[in-house]
Nanobody, 124 residues
């Protein structure tokens, strides 16, 4: 019922930049928070950055000063601009949308949906 489509990942050298995008579509009444998570090889998923509908942002310490999260509410799309990339930024990046959407049970509810992930690889 709801789909999050991510794009923008790839292979980049250390010091380079990438811009990730994630568009939510389907049975959506309202999207509140949108977030980016990262899962490095052999590690758990960690929050990288989040943004509220009103534009308030928060970042992991590792992302501060290098990454910028933004969103287009009209398009239900969230972006993650990443600069000065480091090898430790390597991982699968997932977006998450939270809001009033149709759940897997076919009911309107406050739920979370995840994207399928996009690979970011930073070479040294």
């Amino acid at each position: 019922q709801v789909r999050l489509a991510e794009s923008g990942g790839g292979l980049v050298q250390a010091g380079g930049s990438l811009r990730l995008s994630c568009a939510a579509s389907g049975a959506i009444s309202r999207v509140d928070d949108m977030m980016w998570y990262r899962q490095a090889p052999g590690k758990g998923r960690e929050l990288v950055a989040g943004i509220t509908k009103g534009g308030t942002t928060n970042y992991a310490d590792s992302a501060k000063g290098r990454f910028t999260i933004s969103r287009d509410n009209a398009k239900n799309t969230v972006y993650l601009q990443m600069h000065s990339l480091k090898p430790e930024d390597t991982g699968v990046y997932y977006c998450k949308a939270r809001g009033r959407m149709m759940s897997s049970l076919g009911l309107w509810d406050d739920v979370d949906y995840w994207g399928q992930g996009t690979q970011v690889t930073v070479s040294s």
